[in-house]
């Protein structure tokens, strides 16, 4: 049985649900928001793992981080869990290619709390350009962390992008660094996301840019702190 798997995965192993069971916090709406997505919301599985959220909550909690970068919308989740992380002039920024799964489910839920919703801008387009766009617009360093959660593909450049955007002390959580495990097999990396994720991985450990760490969390959490 594969020891990398999200907690809300029937497969996820006995050590994930005890870590998580004693990791994860949920605010109502959030429970209400995983609720909705696994029962309708297409490709579920793309929800955050919510030991990572949570994880991702206690960062920016704890260097009072106010600025986000959210690469990969899908329902909102994680776009929520920054939301409530920041303080009550905070900000986080959400890209999605397709903000129709966020609009037809996360922002129901999500704007019962009027004070958590206005914190997020929800842009859509490519991540990408949008990310290019803020660097141009003269935002680099101002940020305090970024998720990535999009395009396996283009995970090297949101990761430099989001070096670019970070602030000195900033953090970033790259989510599926681990994809099931198939990382660990060379046979597999003939496949895209699989080589994307594993070059990327490599990338970060030899980044003169940041400190990092590799964390068996969720599918696979890489972690970097901007020097
Ligand atoms: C794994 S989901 C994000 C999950 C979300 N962060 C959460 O915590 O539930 C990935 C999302 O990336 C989006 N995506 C894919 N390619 C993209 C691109 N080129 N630019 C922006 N978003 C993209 C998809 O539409 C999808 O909603």
């Known amino acids: 049985m594969s020891t990398v798997a999200k907690s809300y995965n029937e497969r996820a192993d006995p050590v994930v649900g005890y870590c998580s069971e004693h990791t994860v916090v949920q605010s109502p709406l959030q429970a209400e928001l995983q609720k909705e997505t696994l029962g309708n919301a297409p490709m579920s599985m793309m929800l955050g793992a919510p030991e990572?959220?949570?994880?991702?909550?206690?960062?920016?909690?704890?260097?009072?981080?106010?600025?986000?970068?959210?690469?990969?919308t899908y329902t909102g989740a994680s776009a929520l869990a920054w939301a409530l992380a920041v303080p009550e002039d905070g900000e986080v920024f959400t890209f999605d290619i397709d903000h129709t799964n966020y609009k037809k489910f996360g922002v129901p839920i999500i704007s019962k709390c009027e004070k958590t919703f206005k914190k997020i801008h929800a842009i859509e387009g490519s991540a990408l350009e949008e990310l290019d766009k803020l660097i141009a617009d003269g935002q680099s360093g101002t940020f305090d962390f970024a998720f990535i959660d999009a395009d396996k593909a283009n995970y090297s450049n949101y990761y430099d992008r989001s070096v670019t955007l970070l602030r000195k002390g900033?953090?970033?959580?790259?989510?599926?660094?681990?994809?099931?495990?198939?990382?660990?097999?060379?046979?597999?990396r003939t496949d895209g996301s699989t080589l994307a994720i594993h070059e990327m991985n490599d990338k970060i450990y030899k980044d003169d840019r940041t400190y990092s760490a590799l964390l068996n969390l969720g599918d696979g959490t890489h972690v970097a702190f901007k020097k």
């Open 52 to 72: 990572v959220l949570t994880f991702g909550q206690n960062f920016i909690r704890s260097f009072g981080g106010k600025r986000v970068l959210d690469v990969g």
């Open 170 to 188: 900033g953090v970033i959580f790259v989510d599926n660094s681990l994809w099931s495990g198939s990382v660990c097999n060379p046979e597999k």
